[in-house]
């Protein structure tokens, strides 16, 4: 037996659900779900993005909620077209709260991306891949 990889949602824990809410509604997302639940999603290319109480979550895992650490061994990525959406990304995400992380550079490996960090210091990487055809869905394929 083998587990399906039905991968759908990734939940992020926050300190504020509303100012987190307000985020990302600042970067255009659609949201659904009802916030008085505690717990929203909002919309991506082919998955969901959960925001939960920071504490919550840990409660619901069965864990304690310790205070994060800047760097978590994790980043969310966000594939464009080509550099320019990277740039305005960027910039739509620090207008709508983001703290600019890493400006965006041309990579060794040949693309161009940068970072920035959500309220809750969540990293998202903003990248053009050439080698990752960005579908008009919004969602990319890895070649083999």
Do not use: C, K
């Amino acid at each position: 037996m083998s587990v399906s990889p039905n991968f759908t949602i990734v939940t992020l824990g926050v300190a504020d659900l509303e100012q987190s809410v307000a985020f990302y509604r600042g970067l255009g997302w659609e949201q659904r779900g009802d916030l008085s639940a505690g717990i929203t999603w909002f919309r991506t290319s082919g998955t969901w993005i959960g925001l939960f109480g920071y504490a919550d979550l840990a409660a619901d895992v069965g864990m304690t909620a310790d205070a994060p650490a800047a760097y978590r061994g994790i980043t969310l990525a966000l594939n464009f077209r080509d550099e320019q959406e990277v740039d305005a990304a960027l910039a739509h995400a620090v207008e709508a709260g983001a703290r600019l992380v890493r400006p965006a550079s041309r990579a060794e490996w040949g693309g161009y991306s940068g970072y920035f960090a959500d309220p809750d210091g969540h990293l998202w990487e903003a990248a053009f891949a050439p080698g990752f055809q960005v579908a008009d869905d919004g969602t990319i394929d890895i070649p083999g």
